[in-house]
């Protein structure tokens, strides 16, 4: 044995008795989104549109929003599903939960659905929503604190990690399982799960989310629609400065300039 293959062979001794990471999970985590939003109901008066259409169709309150000084470029941070996807999500687990075990106590509403119903089919659906209305009420709804008051788009699994940690005490998470679901076409959705194994308490309270989001300013339809109005002006624009203003975003980077070559330019912001 030659001296290379002398310490390849001790380098991979030393590696097989080694033992396996455990817990390698989140030890701090923190949530942006922006400082402003709209009303839900608001907004379906200021469109004309039915009652319910954003409120019940989405599942929102309210809708956190950004102009021309944060985009998609400026923050691909988080996302939620709208609340009634989850619903229906909830649902069709459920569905699946029935299809093992048809005789459950729980569905004795749903004795005259078989195997040839799809879940698709709108009547089997609101079964399962109101069959599933309880287990929804006590497993997923206090987790879905900003799905009530945001549209943000990526990442979702990244946000929903930290739902648990302030809708759940610190003594009743430890040791629990958590399902984190990220809706996507094909291959793009995905299923995990976290554990819970340490005291979640100072994540708590350093992130005070709950009162972070109850804080947010509710702001006109008007002043949205402007804001929308800017950034479609100047979508993919080149030599643009930003011209909305900072008073409702976080002490974050934010959009300064962009260039005549696209090149975009931020500054650290301060709340004015």
């Known amino acids: 044995m030659n001296r290379w293959e002398w310490s390849a062979s001790a ?9 396996r990471p455990k ?11 922006p400082l ?6 608001e907004l379906e008066d200021y469109n004309g549109v039915s009652r319910g259409k954003y409120t019940i169709g989405l599942g929102q309150e309210f809708m956190a929003w950004a102009d021309d000084r944060e ?3 400026s923050f691909a941070l988080n ?14 687990m459920l569905y699946n939960d029935f299809l093992a075990d048809p005789g459950a106590p729980q569905f004795a509403a749903a004795h005259a659905i078989d195997y040839s119903m799809s879940p698709m089919e709108k009547h089997v659906e609101k079964l399962f929503i109101e069959i599933g209305k309880p287990s929804f009420t006590e497993k997923v709804d206090p987790t879905m604190a900003c799905s009530g ?4 788009s990526t990442r979702a699994r990244s946000m929903l990690v930290s739902h648990p940690c302030f809708s759940v005490a610190p003594a009743d998470l430890l040791g629990k399982r958590a399902s984190l679901y990220a809706f996507g076409g094909g291959c793009a959705a995905s299923f995990f799960h976290t554990q819970s194994v340490g005291d979640t308490s100072e994540i708590r309270q350093r992130m005070d989310l709950l009162n972070r989001l109850a804080s947010m300013k509710v702001v006109s339809c008007k002043e949205f629609t402007e804001g929308l109005h800017r950034r479609e002006l100047h979508s993919n624009a080149s030599s643009y400065t930003p011209v909305g203003s900072g008073r409702h975003i976080s002490p974050v980077p934010l959009l300064h300039s962009v260039d005549d070559k696209f090149r975009r330019r931020y500054v650290r912001h301060r709340i004015e």
């Not at 380098?11 to 033992?19: D, F, W, Y």
């Not at 999970?25 to 949530?31: K, P, Q």
Request: glycine share 8%; aromatic share 6%.
């Open 11 to 19: 380098q991979n001794a030393k590696m097989a008795i080694l033992p």
């Open 23 to 33: 817990n390698v999970g989140v030890l701090a985590m923190d949530m942006y989104f």
């Open 36 to 41: 402003r939003c709209i009303s839900e109901a």
């Open 71 to 73: 985009d998609i470029n």
């Open 79 to 92: 996302g939620t599903p709208y609340g009634k996807q989850t619903v229906k999500g909830h649902a069709r």
């Open 149 to 152: 008051a945001s549209a943000i």
